[in-house]
């Protein structure tokens, strides 16, 4: 629902990912008063959205983080400067007036601020749909599986043939009735690693098949009929299942952002050593932020959004200085 007043704030973060969470965190610590916004339901970003069950190796600090571990403790640390969260909006225009921005969301929520950060990932991202999936998303199909814990004693069929469908196998494999895989082509473009341990757990690999159709009642899914290759003949063949998981990739895009004045760049927003884009006052940081020898990742991501939200204070502020201090000070 949009909320009715305008949102007033020093700094509106455009993407709660990592980066936009530390970012949040930062702006805080600088006596920023932030608002965050994310097209997605939840906070966590790609991190949240697609492998919130993975162990993460390469974050500063953490020889091995969970990635729902990891967002969890980032929204603690923001926490303590109380950003004010407006979770599934997107950021749709944005226009500039006596030297403050204004941010239209897709509800017509309006924030004005005094600078942007754009941390928007890679965008938005929206699933591929499962083909004869229509009418059932939500209802037994889903493309991500944000809790675990909620497929316990399901059957559940995973659709894909890419890592993300065989890291949902192997995370559902503990805890659900039965998994089974369905790809329609007979190779795979995962790890082979990961495929290998798919096949040594024993989870059935169904490939050279489509899903023809989806069947159930007012309590949800029950059955799965797909369609199976076999000697130039197509065979059907029906899987029970509660839970589809549709990991058929996902397609992203900028959107908005892509009209808000910047300098683009192979979908990236171009920015100068502060992170500063072409537009006084409009930062980016994080994936969606390119620069020469860029290197997108999570810890990449934590370094920019300090340089930039410690530039973001002084451009607020030519008297403030735009080293921090040392948080152990505090
Ligand atoms: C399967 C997988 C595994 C990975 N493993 C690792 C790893 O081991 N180590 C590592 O360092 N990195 C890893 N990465 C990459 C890492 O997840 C990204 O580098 C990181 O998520 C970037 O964070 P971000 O906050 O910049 O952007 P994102 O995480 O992409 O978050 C951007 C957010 O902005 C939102 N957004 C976009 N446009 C708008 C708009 N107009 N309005 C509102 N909201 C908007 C999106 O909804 C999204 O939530 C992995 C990525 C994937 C897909």
Same mark, same amino acid.
């Given at each position: 629902?949009?909320?009715?007043?305008?949102?007033?704030?020093?700094?509106?973060?455009?993407?709660?990912?990592?980066?936009?969470?530390?970012?949040?965190?930062?702006?805080?610590?600088r006596?920023?008063?932030?608002?965050?916004?994310?097209?997605?339901?939840?906070?966590?970003?790609?991190?949240?959205?697609?492998?919130?069950?993975?162990?993460?190796?390469?974050?500063?600090?953490?020889?091995?983080?969970?990635?729902?571990?990891?967002?969890?403790?980032?929204?603690?640390?923001?926490?303590?400067?109380?950003?004010?969260?407006?979770?599934?909006?997107?950021?749709? @225009?944005?226009?500039?007036?006596?030297?403050?921005?204004?941010?239209?969301?897709?509800?017509?929520?309006?924030?004005?601020?005094?600078a942007?950060?754009?941390?928007?990932?890679?965008?938005?991202?929206?699933?591929?749909?499962?083909?004869?999936?229509?009418?059932?998303?939500?209802?037994?199909?889903?493309?991500?599986?944000? @809790?675990?814990?909620?497929?316990?004693?399901?059957?559940?069929?995973?659709?894909?043939?890419?890592?993300?469908?065989?890291?949902?196998?192997?995370?559902?494999?503990?805890?659900?009735?039965?998994?089974?895989?369905?790809?329609?082509?007979?190779?795979?473009?995962?790890?082979?690693?990961?495929?290998?341990?798919?096949? @040594?757990?024993?989870?059935?690999?169904?490939?050279? /098949?489509?899903?023809?159709?989806?069947?159930?009642?007012?309590?949800?899914?029950? &059955?799965? &009929?797909?369609?199976?290759?076999?000697?130039?003949?197509?065979?059907?063949?029906?899987?029970?299942?509660?839970?589809?998981?549709?990991?058929?990739?996902?397609?992203?895009?900028?959107?908005?952002? &892509?009209?808000?004045?910047?300098?683009?760049?192979?979908?990236?927003?171009?920015?100068?050593?502060t992170?500063k884009?072409?537009?006084?006052r409009?930062y980016? /940081?994080?994936?969606?932020?390119?620069?020469?020898?860029?290197?997108?990742?999570?810890?990449?991501?934590?370094?920019?959004?300090?340089t930039a939200v410690n530039n973001i204070a002084v451009a607020l502020n030519p008297d403030a200085h735009l080293f921090p201090?040392?948080?152990?000070?505090?």
């Amino acid at each position: 629902m949009a909320t009715s007043s305008p949102i007033d704030v020093d700094l509106l973060i455009v993407g709660a990912g990592p980066t936009g969470l530390f970012a949040a965190y930062y702006a805080g610590f600088r006596d920023l008063k932030v608002a965050i916004v994310d097209s997605l339901p939840e906070a966590g970003g790609q991190v949240t959205a697609m492998y919130p069950e993975k162990m993460i190796f390469d974050v500063a600090g953490f020889p091995a983080v969970l990635g729902r571990d990891l967002i969890k403790a980032l929204v603690e640390q923001a926490d303590q400067f109380k950003p004010q969260y407006l979770l599934g909006k997107q950021a749709h @225009e944005l226009s500039e007036m006596d030297g403050r921005f204004e941010a239209r969301l897709h509800d017509e929520t309006v924030v004005r601020a005094g600078a942007v950060l754009i941390t928007a990932g890679i965008g938005e991202f929206t699933p591929r749909p499962l083909p004869a999936g229509d009418g059932w998303l939500g209802r037994g199909v889903v493309h991500f599986v944000p @809790e675990l814990a909620v497929h316990k004693d399901q059957d559940v069929v995973v659709v894909g043939g890419g890592d993300s469908a065989f890291d949902w196998v192997l995370a559902l494999h503990p805890i659900a009735a039965s998994v089974k895989l369905v790809h329609r082509r007979a190779k795979f473009r995962a790890m082979p690693a990961t495929v290998r341990q798919v096949e @040594e757990l024993g989870v059935p690999i169904i490939t050279d /098949a489509q899903v023809i159709e989806l069947r159930g009642d007012a309590d949800g899914l029950r &059955e799965v &009929e797909i369609s199976v290759k076999r000697d130039g003949a197509d065979e059907p063949m029906v899987l029970p299942a509660q839970t589809v998981v549709a990991a058929l990739g996902f397609t992203a895009d900028l959107g908005p952002i &892509e009209s808000w004045g910047l300098e683009l760049d192979h979908r990236a927003v171009t920015v100068d050593t502060t992170m500063k884009t072409v537009r006084d006052r409009i930062y980016a /940081a994080g994936d969606v932020a390119q620069y020469p020898g860029k290197v997108k990742l999570i810890a990449t991501g934590f370094g920019e959004a300090a340089t930039a939200v410690n530039n973001i204070a002084v451009a607020l502020n030519p008297d403030a200085h735009l080293f921090p201090g040392h948080s152990s000070n505090l």
